[in-house]
């Protein structure tokens, strides 16, 4: 287990934390001063993975790392919580997510998949799908701090605690540790089950171990390093080593052996110990990066070798073998293996710019950078200074060896140089070729020297220097390498193909032979004597058929999963594996299966945590001996060993399905499951998905920590594809316009040329049928159509009756249309011949009015004379309309009040009138009656209202309110007398106005005050 210490137990407030960060800087200080004094020990530098903030980390102070069983990492920080990883994805949970603070202490997974985490605020917290929840609510325990978590062999689980000892969950209840057994201190940092039956607990005052019937106690007194223990695991010899806080413990059994300096380095907190698979012992230690222990002998790791971080706090080994290193500055360092090593200026090279190497016949390698010439004994490097030219042109290019042993040296200006070991000589001008541009150099098996240049190639036989280019039949007059193969034939890669020399003529391979790019930087032999050719569009494999003499070229490149195309160099191992370098990273292809089954798997190694990967130098590359190659790049020296490479042991990774869109949308907002996700991880599970929903999206991911970028994918969707289908370059797939059906979506992923994964994550699922589709619509629509036939049918018989009554019906209708002409002629001329009448009686009225002289009387007969007018003007108006039963109220009423006005009106009296009658349409039996009461109202406004008012006003108004029809004649005159009741009145207006009021079935509403008269009637429309 490891440890969690608090900052408390080794920093004091301020001051504590200034005597750290003044410690920090002396130590950074001291091992600078280390590095420059130990540069010729040549230790290498080794394959990390490192992950930090710069990479997307949200923080790089790691407090412990976890595993589940989905393949996912999680990583708990100081400050920004709990981080899901997937080796692509960060994913932070967080005080929304259900912690109680950000600051985690502990991460722990357990046999049953269940993850624990415990924060500086105290108690544990629980994930359930994809949040935190406290699992347990004990008032107690939620407050004390949590500074371990294990589980037991039974699978209970253990929480050690910072001054409450340890509590146990055993699936059902949480309890205090009450054994008849004591602690020798209640601050535990780990407990540990040795397979004996013994059980080891560490804690701030040593170990405690109970073995079932007693207890024992070892502290510093009985051998102990250092007074806390931290962290305690057992090597396959059955030794116990202990991390302390005075360095590390080993326990035989017997006797404690303690290891407090290594190497003349004093080792003081180490904070975590773990024993790996292969039983190497790792130790991380607070400020001076780790050790590991194999073989007997002990290797010091820090940030000279590849580390993020000196300050060590967690180490975890996840389960493909590979180390995690968590630091407490700078994020992680995973550790991939011994397959790779790196030799920089740290370990002895002039340059981290390897541009060349040779290796001479006496085992010598020679190395050229970009500062010149260095030797490898296989201890050290050594220079060799290059006085005879100028500093900037002491870049050594290209390497090769006459027969005498002495070196041909290639500069950066074009200069070749002869080196004996001692003294340098100008061999360009001692052959007479200073002004080419040299890019290559080969010695043949003859003796020939030939000579790559930007005007064509070159060979020197020794006595003349012989020119061949595009003249003489060179595929292109720019060379880039020349390869001698198995069989002695010169092959030469130029800037428009290849060519092969014979006797002086050359038969050549362009892009209308089906080479991917015309630029050839490169040329390499396989086991089998096929030729594979470099370009800048991949790598094409050309090989001739020994039976029939034809050839043929396969060309790979991105859509093979390259993550660069242009070649530098190319290399094949004793397995057959061909090393392609780049200018982002080397890529092997595994040539051997491409030659078996014709499928070609690509790996890409980045090398360098910058860009795509680290950039190689155009033929820097070379096997030291059957196992190491070495590989020059713009960072050093890279060396490969093959043993070591081929013993990765490496699990197939987790697949998962990442989300999954339904027409676009998350399957989450789609799927009806209470919680749609185990451990951070959507969960989708059988759904059922209506015909609409048939438009999906599956987005996966294969869980890989260490080369993310070699995952390659193949799926299937079960009830439509008919084989898996392979990708490399995407993570999703969409299929669209699916039918009905049951169906199931498998996804696997591998890394490079591993075997697929284990698991196939799959999503089963059910597109409905269209109701269209279903027997019970058919049925229906049978049905539908039996009954539409015999309603045709009866519809039929009907239309046929139909037509004959309609026939009837036409006649009897146009006997009707003619009768109803006829009655409404008739009734127009009834409402004329009536208005005539009227009109005749209105005219009597008016001629014997002109024998009256009595005003009285004369007034008697005006009103007469209004009074049919009115009733007169009723009959107008119908025969007029179109609708012989109803008038236009708004009509009416304005030519009325027009009539009596202009028959009342005195001279020189001015009466303002004012109509406001809605769109009321009245019957006869209303219009006459309304028509009367308005004349007699009016008249006696015009008669009684006005004397001595010098503005007088009338308003005259018929609106509507709800079902009712409200008829007014309201004046500004004198009022009414204060008696005044009209039903009290003998004159014959008021009589006429009572007696037309209950024929309209109302009673009259008379408001009079001074300045104010108003008489209102509201009856009921029709």
Known sequence: ???????????????????????????????????????????????????????????????????????????????????????????????????????????????????????????????????????????????????????????????????????????????????????????????FWDGNDEIWIATNNGITVLDGESTRYYTQDNGISGERIYSIDVDYKQTKWMATSRGVTKFDGENFEQITEINGIQLNYVFDLIIDSRNKVWIGMENIGLFWYENGQFTHITRHEGLVSNYIHKLFEDRNGNIWVATDENGISIYKGDGFKFYRTTTGLNSNEILGFHKDKKGTIWVGTSNGLQSYDGNTFASHDIGLMDEPNKQVWVISEFKNGNLLILLDNSTLLEYDGKNYT????????????????????????????????????????????????????IVNHIFESKTNEIWIATSLGVSKYVDDTFENIGLEDGLAHYNVNYIAQDSKGDLWFGTSAGVSYYKVDKSTGKSSIHNFGKENGMKLVET?????????????????????????????????????????????????????????????????????????????????????????????????????INIQNTDPYFNGLLDVGETEFDYGNNNLTFVFKGIEFVTPENLTYRYRLVGFDDDWITTISNNFVNYTNLPAGEYQFDVQSKVGSDPWSINIASVPFTIKTPYYQTSWFWILMALILVGAMTGFIQLRLYFLERVKLAQLVNEKTSHLSKALLEKDVLLKEVHHRVKNNLSIIYGLLELQMEYITDEQIRDAFRDSQLRVHSIAMVHEKLYQSDNLSRIDAKKYISELVGVISDSMMDEGKIVEISIDVDDIQLTLDQGIPSGLILNELISNSFKHAFNDIEHAKLLVSLKKEDNLTVMSVEDNGNGLPDDYQIGNSESLGHILIEALTRQLKSKIEILSEPGRTQFQIRFIAE
């Not at 400050?79 to 600051?103: E, H, N, P």
């Not at 202490?105 to 046999?111: E, G, H, K, M, Q």
């Not at 002004?435 to 790559?452: C, R």
């Open 426 to 477: 100008n061999y360009s001008e001692k052959i007479g070729i200073t002004e080419y541009y040299i890019v290559d150099t080969h010695f043949d098996s003859q003796g020939n020297l030939w000579i790559a240049t930007d005007e064509g190639l070159l060979k020197y036989d020794g006595d003349s220097v012989q020119l061949y280019d595009a003249s003489k039949g060179l595929a292109g007059s």
């Open 1 to 191: 287990m490891i440890p969690n210490v608090p900052f408390s137990d080794n920093i004091d407030g301020i001051d504590g934390l200034m005597k750290h960060t003044v410690l920090k800087i002396l130590l950074v200080f001291i091992f600078v001063l280390i590095g420059l004094n130990t540069k010729n020990l040549q230790a290498q530098a080794l394959d990390f993975k490192s992950y930090t903030v710069s990479d997307g980390l949200p923080h790089g102070q790691i407090s412990d790392l976890a595993q589940t069983q989905n393949g996912i990492m999680w990583l708990g920080t100081i400050a920004s919580g709990l981080v899901r990883f997937d080796g692509q994805t960060y994913t932070t949970y967080g005080i929304t997510k259900g912690l109680k603070d950000d600051m985690i202490i502990n991460v722990f997974a357990d046999s049953k998949d269940h993850l624990w985490v415990s924060t500086y605020t105290g108690g544990v917290s629980q994930l359930v799908g994809d949040s935190l929840i406290n699992p347990f609510k004990n008032p107690k325990f939620d407050t004390l701090f949590v500074s371990s978590i294990v589980e037991s062999p039974t699978g209970d689980i253990w929480f050690g605690t910072y001054g409450e000892g340890i509590f146990i969950y055993d699936g059902f209840e949480l309890n205090p540790y009450v054994e008849n057994y004591r602690l020798n201190n209640d601050v535990v940092w780990d407990v």
């Open 568 to 668: 530098l160099f190319l290399y094949f191992d004793s397995n057959d594996q061909l090393w392609q370098g780049t200018n982002g990273g080397i890529h092997r292809l595994n040539a051997a299966r491409f030659r078996e089954n014709g499928t070609m798997i690509i790996e890409h190694y980045k090398l360098s945590r910058i860009g795509l990967g680290i950039e190689t130098n155009h033929d820097a590359v070379l096997e030291i001996d059957s196992t190491r190659i070495w590989f020059g790049t713009m960072e050093g020296i890279v060396e490969m060993d093959i043993n070591e490479f081929r013993k990765r042991s490496v699990a197939s990774p987790v697949t998962m399905i990442e989300n999954v869109l339904f027409n676009g949308v998350p399957a989450e």
